[in-house]
Each structure stands twice: as C-alpha cells, then as structure tokens.
C-alpha cells in the first residue's frame, strides 16, 4: 500500500484516545481501528472530514503517499 | 427463497436417482466390457454401440465417464446450492466450485460427442457435423452452459472484491 495512515501520530500529538475519537466520530473503535492499520481499503470524504475537524488537522497530516519500492 | 429449496430439492432428487444408476451401470460395465458372450447393443445418444470391438468398448467406457463428470458436477453444484442456503455467498469455494461445474460440464460433454465422432468417423458410419435447436442434449447448450457456469464464476470473483471492499471502506 503507498499511501499511509498516520492517525497513530496525529492522536498522540493531540494526546486523544482512539476510543474517544472513535466515540467523537460515531464509529465503532473496531472500524477506526481497520483504519489505523492501514487494511481499509477506501475513506469516504465524510470520515475524513470528520478526523480533520476532531483532530484540528490537514488530510496531509493523517495520510502519507510513498512509492512502492 | 423457496425457489432455492426447490432447486435444492430437485438436485437431491436428480442426484440420488443418477447416482444409484451410475452404480448400476458401473457393476454392469465390469462384467459387459470384460465378458465376451456378452453382446448387448447399447443406444447411446442415439447411436447403437455393440461391444464386440476394442474401440467400441473404449466408446461405451468414454461415455460412462463422461456420465461420471456430469454426475460430479451435480453433486457440487448442490455444494454451491448449499452455501447460499445458509448465506454464504461471496465465499472463495463458490466461486472456485462454479469454474469446476463449468470445466465438468464441458469436459463431459467433449467427451461424449467425441468419442461418437471417433466411433462413427472408423465404423463409416453416418458422420455427422450438426448443430441441433431446441434440444437440451445438444453440443452447443452444453459447451455454452459450462462457459456460462465459469463467466459466473468470475462474476462472483469482481463481486466478492466489491464487497471486501465495500466492507473495508471507513
């Protein structure tokens, strides 16, 4: 995968749980957690939305492209 | 769905009855094709094959074969069937089991219409190259549904990656 989730990095910098933002975000902590690891597959704009406006944050922040060596 | 307990039960019927006949046929297939008084004429698809050549014995052993793949093709078709009564239906064993019917369908069928080519073709019997309408039993219907159970096979395959994905979108 060459684009990578960074939410683990944005949630410490904002010192918030991935419960809380889970519960903030009304989805289950089972699905951000699909998120996180990088196993999801596509991110609707509402959710992304969501997480920028939670976590006071650019999409760039959270995602990361890399090129697949 | 009642119409997939109907099918369900029509496949068992089909499957119970073809099975205890294939067996029937395969105990009586010892003792005809090594039994040299025995001379029976069989009609198969049409043709009358007497056992009293080695190639003729080949042809009745070719379409009792034949009659096997179709057979097991039955039986997982009635695996498939299975799976979606208890919903499971974007499973890789049903994808997998549906190219199999269709690679079984049309093996038995190439089988089959071979041998009678070849049989008739060195006996100088009536070589016939047909295409047959509306009979269920033709060439053509049985290649055509054997390719169609493999298109529905990669069909199932783009929906079951549809779905993951669906599923794995945040």
């Not at chain 1, 889970?22 to 596509?42: D, F, H, P, V, Y």
Request: glycine fraction near 4%; proline fraction near 2%; aromatic fraction near 12%.
């Amino acid at each position: 995968m060459s684009i990578i989730i960074n939410l683990d990095i944005m949630l410490a910098k904002r010192k918030m749980r991935s419960n809380e933002l889970a519960e903030r975000m009304g989805i289950t902590t089972a699905n951000l957690s699909i998120l996180k690891t990088g196993k999801a597959k596509a991110i609707r704009f509402s959710t992304l939305e969501l997480i920028c406006e939670i976590l006071e944050c650019q999409p760039g922040d959270i995602m990361e492209f890399t090129k697949d060596k | 769905m009642k119409k997939l307990q109907i099918l369900r039960a029509i496949l068992d019927f089909f499957w119970f009855f073809s099975l205890i006949s294939e067996i029937g046929i395969l105990i009586f297939l010892a003792f005809y094709l090594f039994d040299p008084d025995m001379e029976i004429p069989i009609k198969i698809n049409g043709h009358v094959i007497t056992p009293t050549t080695l190639l003729s014995k080949l042809i009745i052993l070719a379409n009792v074969i034949s009659g096997i793949l179709f057979l097991y093709s039955i039986y997982v078709l009635r695996k498939v069937v299975g799976y979606f009564q208890k919903k499971e239906i974007f499973k890789s064993e049903v994808i997998e089991n549906f190219n199999l019917i269709g690679k079984l369908v049309i093996s038995s069928s190439l089988i089959s219409h071979l041998s009678l080519f070849i049989f008739n073709y060195i006996n100088r019997g009536p070589v016939v190259f047909s295409i047959e309408f509306g009979n269920y039993d033709s060439f053509l219907i049985s290649i055509s549904l054997g390719m169609f159970f493999m298109v529905i096979s990669e069909v199932f395959k783009i929906a079951k990656n549809i779905k993951e994905e669906n599923e794995l979108t945040i």
